[in-house]
């Protein structure tokens, strides 16, 4: 079974300009999430797709971040403008369902963003 | 509001050695514990979880975790450490109860095992 995708894995940009990730998850996985982890600190989540509709976006930054998972299968993350603390790995993750709280979340390798 | 604390941010330990991590939480209903495991340059993969029944829980690699109740503890544990273990652990905690909770992770905590 092929794991989450996520592209680029590195990106590295200068402040004030645009960036977006994208995200493929497990095949039949019904909820997407999208992860910022900080170096030295845990994965905090930034947004919960159910399908292709938003669960949870409460500490997503929506002054510069957004996302959207059309069709409810893949998923972008975009920041604009980017600011140096954006600086983090923007981990994906799946599960099959989100109504059985006891899913397990499977992550994708992640996108390593500079922000210089 | 839940919470994770892994109270070590680094544990040295030889190989062949036994190897503890440790790990609390702080919910107000019934816990969902995890462990993953983070590689250099790579995404969080799952080691184990626990979700009710017994209170040691075997996972991928020969790791094992003891939920404790009295002690809000979830210790990940492996009776013989590999150099290949070498890697950042992290606990994560989900309230049972809390419908669309969000999955809390704690700091992490790095594991190196000397040769």
């Known amino acids: 079974e092929a794991g989450v995708a996520q592209s680029p894995r590195y990106k590295i940009i200068e402040k004030r300009q645009s960036v977006a990730f994208w995200c493929n998850p497990i095949s039949g996985h019904a909820t997407l999430y999208w992860y910022q982890q900080i170096l030295g600190q845990g994965p905090k989540l930034l947004i919960q797709f159910q399908n292709n509709g938003v669960v949870d976006d409460s500490q997503l930054p929506k002054d510069r971040f957004s996302a959207e998972r059309l069709k409810g299968v893949d998923s972008t993350l975009k920041i604009q403008p980017a600011k140096l603390e954006d600086s983090a790995v923007y981990l994906c993750a799946s599960s099959l369902a989100d109504r059985a709280t006891t899913d397990t979340q499977y992550f994708g390798p992640g996108t390593r963003l500079t922000v210089l | 509001a839940q919470s994770v604390a892994q109270p070590e941010d680094q544990v040295n330990v030889a190989e062949g050695n036994p190897l503890t991590v440790k790990c609390t939480y702080s919910?107000?209903?019934?816990?969902?514990l995890f462990w993953y495991v983070q590689y250099p340059n790579r995404g969080l993969q799952f080691l184990l979880k626990y979700i009710t029944g017994d209170n040691l829980v075997k996972g991928s690699y020969g790791f094992e975790a003891e939920f404790n109740k009295s002690q809000t503890s979830f210790h990940l544990k492996k009776p013989s450490a590999l150099v290949s273990d070498s890697a950042l652990y992290f606990c994560a905690v989900r309230d049972l109860n809390s419908g669309y909770s969000t999955l809390t992770f704690g700091k992490g905590t790095m594991l190196l095992v000397s040769p």
């Open positions: 919910v107000s209903g019934n816990p969902y």
